[in-house]
């Protein structure tokens, strides 16, 4: 599974003709998408979450979505036999609906909600991730941060703990941080 992360990252970056056309961010949220699918492979979730194999695995996105079409090479794929479908939020007014997801991405449009975000799904086992400056150092899981040009991530295991997650210890090893 930890090459077919690798691989998958790569083979994103180096699409032909399809990715040149794009802008910087474009291409740089094409890959935190891929990344975003992989991460579940890579989490565990308490059973209760896990239990019924017959429901989609739930990657949420909550504020204004800088994703836009990002998802589309990913569309139809699985995990664990399960299919993978993103949904978007334009905030927490359907809380029923986001306590479902797997992970949420909390958009950089929501930074001034985030606490609220989070403290609003803490005990519904969910992977958050952002890429909000400070959001892995405060209430988050996972952090996207781009370094000298390079898209990496760093991973709070604490936090993760708090929700009822494990993070395998091969995704570990490709954060650019771990903080305990």
Known sequence: MFKNL?????????LPGQLRAESTTEREYKIK??????????????????????EPIII????KDPF????EPLKNKQIKSRKVIVKRFKNTDKIEDIKKCHLLFISPSEKK????????????????VSDIKGF????????????????????????AKKQGL???SKLLRLAKKVIE
């Open 6 to 14: 690798i691989l998958a990252v790569a083979l994103i970056a180096i």
């Open 33 to 54: 998408a891929a990344f975003l699918y992989n991460f579940i492979k890579f989490v565990e979730w308490p059973k209760a979450k896990e239990q019924n194999t017959k």
């Open 60 to 63: 949420g996105i909550i504020g």
């Open 68 to 71: 836009k079409k990002a998802f």
């Open 113 to 128: 909600q985030v606490k609220k975000i989070v403290k609003l799904i803490q005990k519904y086992d969910i992977l958050t």
């Open 136 to 159: 892995a150092k405060s209430d988050g899981i996972i952090q996207f941060s781009i370094v000298k040009k390079k898209l990496g991530f760093m991973v709070n295991t604490k936090n």
């Open 166 to 168: 494990k993070i395998r």
